[in-house]
């Protein structure tokens, strides 16, 4: 069993990953601010829930249909210089949204929230990617449950003050926020000195559509990688429940403009959850490739067991603990999951790997969303709805839990 390195050691004593770390604080904490204060938005200039389900769609949609290209790329590319052309083009599409005046310059989210996806679908998989080739294998783990952890702690800390910018300041505030933020992460990228070793490897002598099929045919002949790969997508079949929180927020426990406070709780209580989450899984049960395997599956039960709750909890201090506990569950699939890729991938397939693991979570996440969005439109009470979802989770967490209990067929690449 490989011992894990702390989570502190680590970030003392690697300073690559430490810079890598800071661009991704900076980041996320922005783009919380920006997502926060769209939601709240687009629910004030038209009060449909659809047209927020459409937001979500727009938000994930496109990297199903560019990520396994994308991979081809990243797998070509520098990926340092990817995630740093990425953060400046996301941060001048941001500024688009300060245009938006009334229900008819909707059409302007949804054009630049598609093109800053694109522009994530090749940051993603390039920082999945490279945290590989700048940790060892004992600090792999510890590397994964701080971005897993960072990303909670940004969505809780930036949600909250998200929804405090937006309903104080208003959203134009939040945009600007999260363009600097880009920007700066763009900044702290340029610093991390990282040797590629991918960009030597013998991939290079295939054309693109020829390296596409290699990562395919990859993914096809080994069963374990193609279920890490797939374990995301199968939890975000329920991922309409992010929806939920905006409705629970704005229709039921409203605080602040357009409920943007209660929403951004909401969002902070998801973060605090998944913050949690994988630290406690792993000191249960280690951080071996079995014990990584064996938490999956119940850690997506779990989110259903959070959000069947949420669906009876009567005040929002429940919902919020509610959403807390599932959300224990969704970041120990997320962390687990990368890092069993992570390990079991060779680098120069990475790219490739985490890009069609983007595409199919982002296509399953953008269905389960815009369903949603139809059925909150349709009638269905936003308790139903989160019940309806918590059901949704059990079949994939029943089925990862009997794939992945058995000893892996192999443990690294």
């Known amino acids: 069993m490989t011992e894990s390195t702390g989570y502190l050691v680590l970030l003392r004593r690697n300073q690559p990953f430490r810079r890598l770390w800071y661009g991704q604080i900076v980041s996320q904490l922005g783009d919380w601010f920006a997502s926060i204060a769209l939601y709240a938005l687009l629910l004030r200039l038209t009060g449909s829930g659809q047209v927020v389900g459409l937001l979500l769609v727009a938000e994930l949609l496109p990297s199903t249909i560019v990520g396994p290209w994308v991979g081809v790329l990243v797998d070509r590319l520098p990926r340092r210089i990817v995630m740093i052309v990425a953060d400046i083009g996301r941060a001048l599409l941001v500024l688009l949204f300060l245009l938006v005046r009334d229900a008819g310059d909707i059409w302007i989210v949804y054009l630049a929230t598609v093109l800053k996806v694109v522009l994530t679908s090749f940051f993603e998989p390039a920082r999945s990617a490279l945290i590989p080739q700048i940790t060892t294998r004992e600090e792999l783990i510890a590397a994964n449950g701080i971005s897993g952890a960072t990303w909670s702690a940004m969505l809780a800390f930036g949600a909250a003050l998200g929804g405090l910018v937006a309903g104080t300041l208003g959203p134009a505030a939040a945009f600007l926020i999260d363009a600097a933020s880009f920007l700066l992460s763009a900044v702290l990228i340029a610093t991390v000195r990282a040797h590629e070793t991918h960009l030597t490897e013998h991939a290079h002598t295939l054309s693109s559509g020829g390296q596409l099929v290699e990562g395919l045919r990859y993914l096809g002949s080994d069963r374990d990688v193609l279920v890490y790969a797939l374990v995301k997508a199968l939890w975000s079949l329920g991922g309409g429940v992010l929806l939920v929180l905006t409705l629970f927020g704005r229709q039921l426990f409203p605080l602040g403009t357009d409920g943007a406070l209660s929403i951004g709780l909401l969002?902070?209580?998801?973060?605090?959850?998944?913050?949690?989450?994988?630290?406690?899984?792993?000191?249960?049960?280690?951080?071996?490739?079995?014990?990584?395997?064996?938490?999956?599956?119940?850690?997506?039960?779990?989110?259903?067991?959070?959000?069947?709750?949420?669906?009876?909890?009567?005040?929002?201090?429940?919902?919020?603990?509610?959403?807390?506990?599932?959300?224990?569950?969704?970041?120990?699939?997320?962390?687990?999951?990368?890092?069993?890729?992570?390990i079991s991938v060779p680098n120069r397939l990475q790219g490739r790997v985490f890009a069609v693991e983007l595409a199919a979570l982002t296509l399953t996440t953008a269905l389960s969303s815009y369903l949603a969005g139809l059925a909150a439109d349709s009638g269905m009470a936003p308790r139903d709805l989160a019940l309806l979802l918590a059901i949704v989770f059990v079949a994939p967490g029943l089925a990862l839990l009997a794939l992945l209990w058995p000893a892996p067929r192999r443990t690294s690449a």
Do not use: C, E
Request: a positive charge; glycine letters at 14%; zero cysteines.
């Open 267 to 342: 969002y902070a209580a998801r973060g605090v959850g998944a913050a949690i989450g994988p630290l406690a899984a792993q000191r249960f049960g280690g951080s071996s490739v079995q014990a990584l395997r064996r938490m999956i599956g119940p850690a997506v039960l779990l989110t259903g067991a959070g959000y069947a709750l949420a669906s009876i909890a009567p005040s929002l201090p429940l919902v919020a603990l509610a959403v807390l506990v599932a959300h224990l569950g969704g970041s120990t699939q997320w962390v687990f999951s990368t890092a069993l890729l992570q």
